[in-house]
Structures are given as structure tokens and as C-alpha cells.
T-cell receptor, first 117, second 109 residues
């Protein structure tokens, strides 16, 4: 059964440290999403890619966050420097969009639970 | 004001009941997404729809574009349906998504 794989599952680090979260999308999917979920804000879309190109990153704080897709099998989300307010669960999801932009339901990873002390 | 409003916020039902969760939005959209988040935190994409109705098992999602409203129905509810249901919309212009705050459903045996 194909799955979206996220690593690490949990991360605890001190503020100021760099954090890198990784996501392996389902093979064949051409769209990758990064979400953040907190108790206060709920679920938010940070950025998403289609065919490895960033389609929208308006939800992502640009000064400390960066998202990339070095290749079709890997998406990364980096925070540098990290702050306590970045503590959240970060989900990656992948899906397939047709050439007309119609998007099929997304498949979610299990998330990375990040705690910044 | 949130662009996406869900109701109710919390819902408790007896096993077997028919359940309806509502989502209203105030922006032009190209698609609407229903998500299910289980108590353990895992998220499942239930439906993406831009018109009409979709059905999968005991779940039915409908959308009325003119009224800017979507409903998620669960027939013959079961305790395993207990979860938070989240509505999200993709804007008609641009590529942004807006999310509702979720409806927490508890189905009692």
C-alpha cells in the first residue's frame, strides 16, 4: 500500500537550531503539500509544489522557512533559526493533478511533531 | 471573519444515526476538500469536489456552488467515525487554500 513517508516522526530541539523535515511522496504523484497544525491556528497550508516547482508558498514565513524539492522523491521543509512558536505538527501530503489542474484527493503522511524549547 | 465556517463545532451522536456536517465559505473557489483527522492525529482525505455530489461507502459529500455551501453526510454512523472533520477550499483565483476549524464528531455505541 503506497504511503507518504515523513521523517523524523518527532523532533525536539532548542531555539535557534536548524530543523529539517523530509517527505517522500507517493511515486507518480506530481503535487506535494506542506501543512502545519497547531491547537491555536488549526491546519494551515504552508506551501505546495507541482512537478517540483513551487506553486504557492504564501502561507510560509519567508524569513526562516524554506521548502524545496531536490528531486521527485524528496521534499524538504527547513526552519532556520527555529523559534518556540514553530512548535507544531507538520504534515506532508501528495496527490496527482491532471494537466487541467484538477486535483485528486491527497494522501497524508503521519506528520512530524516538532517541539522547539 | 473566517473565509470558511463549519457547523457544528462539536457533535455527539448515537451509533446508527444519520450525521450532517456543514461548511460555508465566502470566497470563489475552484474545489472543496473534506478531510478526516482521527484521534491519533492521522489525516485522511475524504473528498475533493467542485460540483454536485460524491459518495464513498457511508460517506456522501455535496456542494452547492451558488449558495457557497457543502455538506458531509455519514449514514449509519459508527464509533469508528469519531474524528475531526475539516473542510478546506481552494481559491478560484490563485493557488491558496483556506481551512475551516473543524467539526469534532463523537459517535457513542
Amino acid at each position: 500500500d503506497a504511503r507518504v513517508t515523513q521523517t523524523p516522526r518527532h523532533k525536539v530541539t532548542e531555539m535557534g537550531q536548524e530543523v529539517t523535515m523530509r517527505c517522500q511522496p507517493i511515486l507518480g504523484h506530481n503535487t506535494v503539500f506542506w501543512y502545519r497544525q497547531t491547537m491555536m491556528q488549526g491546519l494551515e497550508l504552508l506551501a505546495y509544489f507541482r512537478n517540483r516547482a513551487p506553486l504557492d508558498d504564501s502561507g510560509m514565513p519567508k524569513d526562516r522557512f524554506s521548502a524545496e524539492m531536490p528531486d521527485a522523491t524528496l521534499a524538504t521543509l527547513k526552519i532556520q533559526p527555529s523559534e518556540p512558536r514553530d512548535s507544531a505538527v507538520y504534515f506532508c501530503a501528495s496527490g496527482y493533478a491532471t494537466h487541467r489542474g484538477s486535483l485528486e484527493p491527497q494522501h497524508f503522511g503521519d506528520g512530524t511533531r516538532l517541539s522547539i524549547l | 471573519k473566517n473565509e470558511v465556517e463549519q457547523s457544528p463545532q462539536n457533535l455527539t451522536a448515537q451509533e446508527g444515526e444519520f450525521i450532517t456536517i456543514n461548511c460555508s465559505y465566502s470566497v470563489g473557489i475552484s474545489a472543496l476538500h473534506w478531510l478526516q483527522q482521527h484521534p491519533g492525529g492521522g489525516i485522511v482525505s475524504l473528498f475533493m469536489l467542485s460540483s454536485g455530489k460524491k459518495k464513498h461507502g457511508r460517506l456522501i459529500a455535496t456542494i452547492n456552488i451558488q449558495e457557497k455551501h457543502s455538506s458531509l453526510h455519514i449514514t449509519a454512523s459508527h464509533p469508528r467515525d469519531s474524528a475531526v472533520y475539516i473542510c478546506a477550499v481552494r481559491l478560484e483565483t490563485g493557488n491558496q487554500f483556506y481551512f475551516g476549524t473543524g467539526t469534532s464528531l463523537t459517535v457513542i455505541p
